[in-house]
């Protein structure tokens, strides 16, 4: 199956720096790339879509100078947590776009943990 | 507001038994359906995927999916302890490759030895 590979798997800050997360698809090649946040106990958040080679679409309540997203190649997303503060310690994971069997579905990475002091 | 509601359980079953989980979505023109299933901690993992109205089978699983009630569901067979997870229903209301899902706040199954 596809696998899509996420580091750093876990990183604890200062708060007013930045944290970059990086999301790969292994085996396969990804125009779209998503990246979600989960609170503990809650359910899974769309922080935004991404897409190779153009802008992100960022959902409603995100703020795009603060979540910085890039797409530069089919293999790779990033997502830049600017000028962090500890209501951003989350788990951030992200997925990739594939098609089985002709269907498209989304495989997620296993998460990154920040945790910003 | 496109929304997907799960019970939250938590759904207790004893091992060897038949689990089912349920799911139902707003969006009547949804077309593509999914099932994961979360470790704590852990990231979701892809389960099942199903489109059309009927049953779909692998393994141990069973989903369903009823398009005329709005309503998917998942059973799992000879349940085990290390089915013990929080299950996440999908649902992505464009279809085709819009691929943003909708996921519901999940249901949190309980498979005691």
């Known amino acids: 199956g596809a696998v899509v590979s996420q580091h750093p798997s876990w990183v604890i800050c200062k708060s007013g720096t930045s944290v970059k997360i990086e999301c790969r698809s292994l085996?396969?090649?990804?125009?779209?790339m998503f990246w979600y946040r989960q609170f503990p106990k809650q359910s899974l958040m769309l922080m935004a879509t991404s897409n190779e080679g153009s802008k992100a679409t960022y959902e409603q309540g995100v703020e795009k100078d603060k979540f910085l997203i890039n797409h530069a190649s089919l293999t790779l997303s990033t997502l830049t947590v600017t000028s962090a503060h500890p209501e951003d310690s989350s788990f951030y994971i992200c997925?990739?776009?594939?098609?089985?069997?002709?269907?498209?579905?989304?495989?997620f990475g296993p998460g990154t943990r920040l945790l910003v002091l | 507001q496109k929304e997907v509601e799960q019970n939250s359980g938590p759904l207790s079953v004893p091992e060897g038994a038949i689990a089912s989980l349920n799911c139902t979505y707003s969006?009547?023109?949804?077309?593509?359906f999914f099932w994961y299933r979360q470790y704590s901690g852990k990231s979701p993992e892809l389960i099942m995927s199903i489109y059309s109205n009927g049953d779909k089978e692998d393994g141990r699983f069973t989903a369903q999916l009823n398009k005329a009630s709005q309503y998917v569901s998942l059973l799992i067979r000879d349940s085990q302890p290390s089915d013990s997870a929080t299950y996440l229903c999908a649902v992505n209301p464009n279809g085709g490759s819009q691929g943003n899902l909708i996921f519901g706040k999940g249901t949190k199954l309980s498979v005691k030895p």
């Open positions: 969006d009547r023109g949804s077309q593509s």
């Open positions: 997925s990739a776009r594939d098609y089985l069997q002709g269907e498209e579905t989304q495989y």
């Open positions: 085996d396969f090649q990804a125009t779209t």
